[in-house]
C-alpha cells in the first residue's frame, strides 16, 4: 500500500492508503474543517524527515570543553555556560547552543 503525504491548511499527514482520493478521504475524515492543500505519493514506504533540516545537532557536536564545564559547574546550566564563555570566547547563544547540546546528549 503506497504512503501519501497529505498537507492540510494546520496539518501534515502521512498514512498509507489505496489511492490519492482514499488518502484525500482520511484527511477530510479526520480534520473535515480543513482544506487539503496537497497530497504527494511518497516514493518509498518509508517516511524520512532530516534532523539537521529540523535544527537538531548531529552526534558529532559532542563538545569536550561543554562537557568539561557542565561538570564543574555541577550540572548548573546557567554556570556553565558562563564558563564556557570564559573560555573559549563564545557570545551567549553560540555557549547556550553548545551547553545545552551537550546536556541533551547526556554529560
Known amino acids: 500500500m503506497p504512503l501519501y503525504e497529505i498537507e492540510t491548511n494546520a496539518h501534515i499527514m502521512i498514512g498509507w492508503a489505496e489511492s490519492e482520493e482514499q488518502a484525500r478521504a482520511q484527511a477530510q475524515e479526520h ?3 480543513e ?3 496537497r497530497i504527494n505519493r511518497r516514493p518509498r514506504d518509508l517516511w ?3 534532523k539537521a533540516l529540523l535544527g537538531f545537532p548531529e552526534r558529532e557536536a559532542r563538545c569536550d570543553t561543554a562537557r568539561d564545564c557542565l561538570a564543574r559547574a555541577q550540572g548548573d ?3 556553565a555556560i558562563r564558563l564556557y564563555m570564559r573560555e573559549t570566547g563564545a557570545d551567549l547563544q ?3 547552543r553548545a551547553v545545552e547540546t551537550n546536556m ?3 554529560w
Do not use: F
Request: hydrophobic share 40%; charged share 15%.
Open 77 to 79: 546550566k546557567v554556570h
Open 104 to 106: 541533551s546528549l547526556g
Open 94 to 96: 553560540q555557549a547556550q
Open 35 to 37: 482544506d487539503v492543500l
Open 48 to 50: 524520512v524527515i532530516s
Open 31 to 33: 480534520y473535515p474543517e
